[in-house]
Antibody
Framework: QVQLVESGGGLVRPGGSLRLSCAASGFPFSINYMTWIRQAPGKGLEWLSSISSSGSTMYYADSVKGRFTISRDNSKNSVFLQMDSLRAEDTAVYYC???????????????WGQGSPVTVSS | SYVLTQPPSESVAPGETASISCGGDNIERRTVSWYQQKPGQAPVLVIYYDGDRPSGISERFSGSKSGNTATLTISRVEAGDEADYFCQVWDSSSDHLWVFGGGTKLTVL
């Protein structure tokens, strides 16, 4: 079955960096878009970034554009989120998710990882 | 950017029907998905394509939309349905391509 397992979260100081990883299994990873979504404590869900199957196209929310970088390694069935210049407001649980239908009006998220908590604090 | 508005909370007695709304401009022209999230867990898809249920989701869950409102309906509510529920659409003109509602906390009395 489909499994998405995030890792790399933790405590980091403001201005610092962290790299999240998501290991995927149970589906043809190399032909699927992948996405990162986060949830601040007690808040709703926020889409952050998506990457095309080949890794040639990336999309970012304005809130993280220029600070976060999404990438993937299809040989390792993994997607990554490099987070730089972290701020207190980036504190959240970060989920890796596989969109069905890649992107567009009929896309949605059937598969989610368990989440990786990130705390930005001095 | 496109905004989805949900009531922060809804309460329902066991066995009754819960209706959770999701408001958005001309939402009837968009495809809506719904997610259930219990404390400490990842979201779970309960409705996609406005009203379709993934395998394993109870038929008590249904979705509809009209005008500027989409609705998730849960019939014969059970204690295990107590959770946060989020609606979601795609919006290519937004700074967030996938837009989520703020979520509704469903309390089973």
């Amino acid at each position: 079955q489909v499994q998405l397992v995030e890792s790399g979260g933790g405590l980091v100081r403001p201005g610092g960096s962290l790299r999240l990883s998501c290991a995927a299994s149970g589906f043809p990873f190399s032909i699927n878009y992948m996405t990162w979504i986060r949830q601040a404590p007690g808040k709703g869900l926020e889409w952050l970034s998506s990457i095309s199957s080949s890794g040639s196209t990336m999309y970012y929310a304005d809130s993280v554009k220029g600070r976060f970088t999404i990438s993937r390694d299809n040989s390792k069935n993994s997607v990554f989120l490099q987070m730089d210049s972290l701020r207190a407001e980036d504190t959240a649980v970060y989920y890796c998710a596989r969109p069905i239908n890649d992107y567009g009006d009929r896309s949605y998220f059937h598969f989610w990882g368990q989440g990786s908590p990130v705390t930005v604090s001095s | 950017s496109y905004v989805l508005t949900q009531p922060p909370s809804e309460s329902v007695a066991p066995g009754e029907t819960a209706s959770i709304s999701c408001g958005g401009d001309n939402i009837e022209r968009r495809t809506v998905s719904w997610y259930q999230q219990k404390p400490g867990q990842a979201p779970v898809l309960v409705i996609y394509y406005d009203g379709d249920r993934p395998s394993g989701i109870s038929e008590r869950f249904s979705g509809s939309k009209s005008g500027n409102t989409a609705t998730l309906t849960i019939s014969r509510v059970e204690a295990g349905d107590e959770a946060d529920y989020f609606c979601q659409v795609w919006d290519s003109s937004s700074d967030h391509l996938w837009v989520f509602g703020g979520g509704t906390k469903l309390t089973v009395l």
